[in-house]
């Protein structure tokens, strides 16, 4: 990029430049499906209907039904300065997409750097061939410089006096070069297999572990059982995937608003958003083909789960208590799931356990969201359905549902299993403290706002309940030992 202060004799005076892939980092078609989709579980169904009249009719439906917010949506600052200094440089500048007219006008209002913009008419999909025919009838051939990062751009690199490529692969760089006598490559990001590792979300894996609690109480430790609890783990572990690449795209709005998710991969645009849809389908189908050799009340309770992740997503997260009660849901079918994969019954004392455990866990986690709310001075949590009045008794929930977790506990430790399964019950007493130790240190780190979004991952991460955990499994093996 040159820095005189006026453009070189030779130059076009007029820039144009795309939107998707180019000037923002993300692709409006798929932006405008996700948010669509994230405020209505039925709009792909009129998406659908709207797409037999055209792309250009589909365009329009889903600016209509969607929230974007231009905003915050993540722009390349290389191409922005790139814009900004042809334009100080006395050129002047075009927004030219694909993506719908009134969507592309906010655009332009908000970053305030082109002279004019046009987008597609809700008939005329402003593409390829099209999209060469209406500048070539705008500016005149060899009249404007093109910015595009595309093979749907070479039609109009053809017809440009200058092509500038951006983030191109080097078979489309060829092919720029080729079509336009004077070109120049912005090389702006580089992509990144740490970016797609992220958007899995691996260290939420370790809520997986849940599948071999009925071995592990059962202490059935057998090469078989622990096969069969692995392949639960995995499956859970890529269908859980799957799910976090959907919900990240359904929340890209409520994440990019956010200090801390707005850097997830999706919301800041490292991964391309379209990406997404064939990363969630993979991620699926693995899933399933890891839970087919369990048998099919597995590969049920993998597609319930499933499901209900998909609701809790797209609805339930909304509203209040439903989504603690969904989200401890989730944590237990974990547990009902190793011991369908293991062939092992589960416990009324478990399920008891863990049901309760877990409400408290989910109402620690909007406890934090509620705290963090409050110390951005925001009167709700974006996306939830709680307001920051409701942090005391959320706080309440939290608290009383551990305690009766450990109630369960307590009581389970005078039951004849304990005594057929342990040689010395008493010692297990020990884990009741420590739980309660936990849970009360717990939910006073999130009030205190010292603790993330998910208390688990937080749990596995902080020192103080690494070292509770290692002296309730040493009072766990005592019992047994002795």
Not at 96 to 120: K, P
Not at 219 to 244: C, E, G, K, M
Not at 432 to 458: E, F, K, S
Request: include cysteine.
């Amino acid at each position: 990029m040159t820095t005189d202060s006026s453009l070189p004799a030779g130059q076009p005076g007029v820039l144009v430049v795309d939107l998707d892939g180019t000037l923002l980092r993300s692709n409006i078609l798929y932006e405008s499906f996700w948010s669509s989709f994230g405020r209505d579980w039925k709009s792909p169904f009129s998406a659908a209907v709207a797409l037999l009249n055209g792309r250009a009719a589909l365009k329009r439906h889903l600016a209509g039904t969607s929230r974007i917010d231009a905003a915050s949506l993540p722009y390349d600052p290389a191409v922005m300065a790139y814009v900004r200094d042809w334009r100080q440089r006395g050129g002047q500048t075009a927004l030219v997409t694909a993506s719908d007219q009134s969507i592309a006008d906010r655009i332009a209002g908000h970053l305030d750097l082109f002279d004019e913009v046009h987008g597609s008419s809700g008939t005329e999909n402003l593409k390829g061939p099209v999209k060469a025919d209406f500048l070539q009838s705008r500016f005149g051939a060899g009249g404007f410089a093109y910015m595009g990062d595309s093979p749907a751009d070479l039609p109009v690199w053809q017809l440009a006096a200058k092509a500038v490529t951006v983030n191109a692969a080097p078979a489309l760089r060829r092919k720029a070069e080729q079509a336009a006598s004077d070109t120049e490559h912005l090389a702006t990001a580089k992509p990144a297999l740490a970016a797609y590792i992220k958007a899995l979300r691996p260290h939420q894996w370790l809520k997986n572990i849940l599948v071999f609690l009925p071995m592990l109480a059962a202490h059935q430790l057998d090469l078989i059982t622990l096969v069969q609890s692995l392949l639960a783990f995995l499956s859970f572990s890529l269908i859980a995937s799957s799910v976090y690449v959907v919900n990240d795209l359904l929340d890209l709005n409520a994440d990019r608003a956010h200090p801390r998710k707005r850097f997830r991969p999706f919301a800041a645009g490292r991964i391309p958003i379209e990406h997404g849809s064939w990363m969630a389908a993979a991620l699926f189908l693995g899933g399933l083909a890891a839970a087919l050799p369990l048998g099919l009340l597995f590969l049920g309770i993998i597609l319930l789960y499933y499901a209900m992740t998909t609701a809790y997503s797209l609805h339930f997260k909304r509203l209040i208590v439903m989504d603690i009660c969904l989200l401890a849901g989730l944590y237990t079918i974990r547990i009902a799931a190793g011991g369908a994969a293991s062939g092992i019954p589960l416990s009324v004392w478990l399920l008891a356990f863990s049901i309760f455990f877990f409400f408290s866990l989910a109402a620690v986690k909007r406890q934090a969201e509620l705290v963090d709310s409050a110390k951005r001075q925001q009167l709700t949590a974006k996306g939830r359905g709680y307001h920051v009045d409701d942090l005391p008794v959320i706080s309440m929930i939290a608290i009383a549902a551990g305690y009766v977790s450990v109630l369960v506990l307590a009581l389970y430790l005078n039951s004849p299993a304990v005594a057929a399964l342990y040689t010395t019950p008493q010692g297990l007493w020990g884990i009741c403290c420590v739980l309660l130790y936990w849970i009360t240190n717990t939910v006073m780190l999130a009030h205190r706002g010292q603790m993330q979004d998910d208390p688990v991952v937080y749990a596995a991460r902080d020192r103080g309940s690494q070292l509770c955990f290692l002296i309730a499994l040493s009072f766990a093996v005592w019992s047994s030992a002795i």
